[in-house]
């Protein structure tokens, strides 16, 4: 897969899910309607988000608690959907 488009998200620097919020919608260019959720968040990959996408996850492990479940959500989204992969680094 050539990757058109790659989003570094940093845990060291994403302490809060508003944090992970802003940093998908504007890297990822998601719809104004994005809904700023898991169930949000699972549409737009799997229908908004266009092209090859690679999404690099720099220091998961630092990831707080109630981080945790977006970052399955977009292990979940790379095994459905084409075009998507998920990269820890």
Avoid at 2 to 29: P, Y
Avoid at 74 to 84: D, S
Wanted: glycine fraction near 4%; proline fraction near 4%.
């Amino acid at each position: 897969m050539s990757i058109e488009r790659r989003v570094v998200l940093d845990f060291a620097r994403l302490a809060t899910v508003d944090q992970l919020h802003d940093a998908l919608a504007r890297d990822l260019a998601l719809p104004a309607h994005y809904g700023r959720n898991l169930d949000a968040l699972w549409d737009c990959l799997t229908t908004d988000v266009k092209g090859p996408v690679e999404i690099v996850l720099r220091h998961a492990d630092k990831a707080a608690p109630n981080i945790q479940p977006y970052l399955a959500l977009l292990r979940e989204a790379a095994a459905k959907r084409r075009g998507l992969r998920i990269r820890k680094r």
